[in-house]
Nanobody, 126 residues
Framework: QWQLVESGGGLVQPGGSLRLSCAAS????????VGWFRQAPGKERKGVSC????????NYTDSVKGRFTVSRDNAKNEVYLQINRLKPEDTGVYYC???????????????????WGQGTQVTVSS
């Protein structure tokens, strides 16, 4: 039985930082590209970042470039999202997802991802 579990969310003031983790069980993450997706209240889920199997290729949506950093530790079977200089518009549920057919890169399109976690809430508010 596979499982992806996100953690590290919480309530943080604007300008603060969080580190989200995505831990896998039943999946060997080194064979998967992993994406991070955000669903803001009342809005569609959107891709914010992704990382390919090796970790050498990453991708970010424009609104988070320079503030978010995705990384992975395949030995620990985990992927991380470091979020700095948080803004209120970063508020939402953050999901990690795994895709097994990414090739050399990774995509921010959620259509390609077959395995999803339950999400972790990030709230940015003063």
């Amino acid at each position: 039985q596979w499982q992806l579990v996100e953690s590290g969310g919480g309530l943080v003031q604007p300008g603060g930082s969080l580190r989200l983790s995505c831990a896998a069980s039943g999946l060997i993450l080194k064979y998967y590209a992993v994406g991070w997706f955000r669903q803001a209240p009342g809005k569609e889920r959107k891709g914010v970042s992704c990382i390919n199997e090796s970790g050498f290729s990453t991708n970010y949506t424009d609104s988070v470039k320079g503030r978010f950093t995705v990384s992975r530790d395949n030995a620990k079977n985990e992927v991380y999202l470091q979020i700095n200089r948080l803004k209120p518009e970063d508020t939402g549920v953050y999901y990690c997802a795994a895709e097994s057919s990414a090739g050399a890169g990774c995509t921010l399109s959620d259509l390609r991802y077959a395995f999803w976690g339950q999400g972790t809430q990030v709230t940015v508010s003063s």
